[in-house]
């Protein structure tokens, strides 16, 4: 899908500049280029394109998938080096994060949109097939070291393509533009002078809870009602605690993080999530990142 649209922009009295906004479905989410510049939309959008085709475990020959029906291949430095990354994280976290949820998103019907709630016989069996470090790095390799074993980088993938679109665009000498991936955001420059303004959806209602004005910034959002399903008259969300295999249950409603690079504010709004208010203050030192945190309570 793709929608174009070209409005008037406003600095103050002096200037008028037009700023043109394209959005289009892509992994999974639909991602939006603002900017001043006619030709970002179309650097971004390929450079993302590119990063669903390598890291989407939805394409059939990414080398996620590739992984995940051979359980070895021969990766690019690119696959490696996000690997790595989500090992680190996954360390960091103690576990809470965990790119090899793939076997329990399955078995709760996240991967495929067919919701159900398993037997506990299942998810301890699940739960064999999962655990970052089983995952083995090599000079030009990867290998998932049990069998079963399945990558899902939903919780990083779409902020590592914001900033890889972003690099494109300051290769092409843009210095100007709103990459918005479904809550995954960077803020390149500002718009005519002013910083970005962004609005951080309400996690209850329509509507928004909070701006924010914002320069060369990552911002992004995980939230219990992106993706959950009603069992039993509760809310089961698609974040899952990957040690117990089961939908993460804390009073968190959303998370928004405030970084340099929208990988890590990606990684960490997923970790936040998961760990709830407790976890907070340690995320907020080690990543020198803002974090701003709903619980049921505050909506
Ligand atoms: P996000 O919206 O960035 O919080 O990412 C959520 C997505 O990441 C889910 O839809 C899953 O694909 C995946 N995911 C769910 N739980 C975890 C977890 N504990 N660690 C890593 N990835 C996860
Ligand atoms: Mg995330």
Not at 39 to 68: D, M
Not at 73 to 102: C, H, M, W
Not at 274 to 294: D, M, P, T
Request: glycine letters at 8%; proline letters at 3%.
């Amino acid at each position: 899908m793709l929608i174009l649209a070209l409005a008037l922009l406003t600095t103050g009295c002096q200037q008028q500049q037009p700023i043109f906004k394209e959005t289009r479905m892509m992994m999974g989410t639909f991602v939006e280029v603002t900017s001043a510049h006619k030709e970002a939309a179309g650097i971004a959008f390929s450079e993302i394109q590119r990063i669903e085709s390598l890291l989407s475990k939805y394409v059939p020959e990414s080398e996620i998938s590739r992984l995940n029906n051979q359980g070895s291949i021969t990766a690019s430095p690119e696959t490696r080096q996000i690997l790595q990354k989500a090992q680190e994280f996954y360390k960091f976290s103690n576990g809470a994060f965990d790119v090899t949820i793939g076997p329990l998103l399955d078995l709760w019907g996240f991967s495929d949109k067919k919701y159900r709630r398993p037997q506990d016989a299942e998810i301890a069996k699940a739960l064999e097939s999962v655990g970052s470090r089983h995952i083995l790095i090599g000079d030009d390799t990867v290998e998932l070291n049990k069998t079963g074993m399945k990558i899902d980088l939903g919780a990083i993938a779409k902020g590592y393509a914001v900033d890889m679109a972003v690099k494109r665009l300051k290769s092409r000498g843009i210095d100007s533009a709103l990459i918005n991936a479904g809550g995954d955001i960077f803020c390149l420059g500002n718009k005519g002078g002013s910083p970005w303004r962004i609005a951080i959806k309400h996690p209850a209602k329509t509507g928004f809870v909070k701006y924010l004005n914002l320069q060369n910034k990552a911002v992004a959002t995980s939230g219990g009602y992106e993706q959950y399903f009603n069992s039993n008259g509760k809310a089961l969300t698609h974040i899952i605690d990957p040690r117990r295999g089961l939908p993460v249950e804390n009073k968190t409603v959303s998370v928004t993080v405030i970084t340099e690079d929208c990988l890590t504010a990606d990684a960490i709004a997923t970790i936040a999530f998961v760990e709830g208010r407790s976890g907070i203050e340690r995320l907020k030192k080690a990543f020198n990142a803002e974090i701003l945190l709903w619980d049921e309570t505050d909506v």
